[in-house]
């Protein structure tokens, strides 16, 4: 004869178990979402706009840098299960584009940037 106790136990360790996997399906919606409106953003406004809110000019590249950041990071989290690697890959693309914006567009520097990036990867994979 089985006592509640036991169906409580196990009951619980599923839940558990289920509670362990975190869902990443919202990442891949939120990319989706960040992409329509960065596609907007390039198709409406040239790339010399400059938005005026108050007394403070944004200009159209930082949103777009910004929202090119949130994409990759989104799309990062979904692909690797994981917002660490997210935003290590979001930070790498986002380097590589403010240096070709900046004018440096040496391959020597991509691959530098690469390297950094992976020290910093295996770096964060060695604290854990």
């Known amino acids: 004869m089985s006592t509640p106790f036991c169906c409580y136990n196990l009951i619980m360790r599923l839940t ?22 960065l596609s907007f953003l390039f198709i409406n406004f040239p790339p010399n706009y400059s938005f005026e809110v108050i007394n403070l000019s944004i200009p159209v590249i930082y949103l777009s840098f910004a929202l090119t950041f949130l994409s990759i990071y989104f799309l990062g989290t979904f692909i690797f299960r994981g917002s660490v690697h997210g935003i290590i890959l979001s930070a ?27 020290t910093i990867e295996l770096l964060l994979r060695k604290k854990k």
Do not use: C, M, N
């Open 16 to 37: 558990k178990e289920k509670r362990k996997t975190k869902l990443y399906l919202p990442y891949l919606f939120l990319t989706f979402i960040v992409i329509g409106i």
């Open 92 to 118: 790498l693309v986002i380097s590589y584009l403010v240096l070709r914006v900046v004018g440096i567009r040496q391959t020597f520097f991509l691959f530098l940037i690469i390297a950094l990036f992976i």
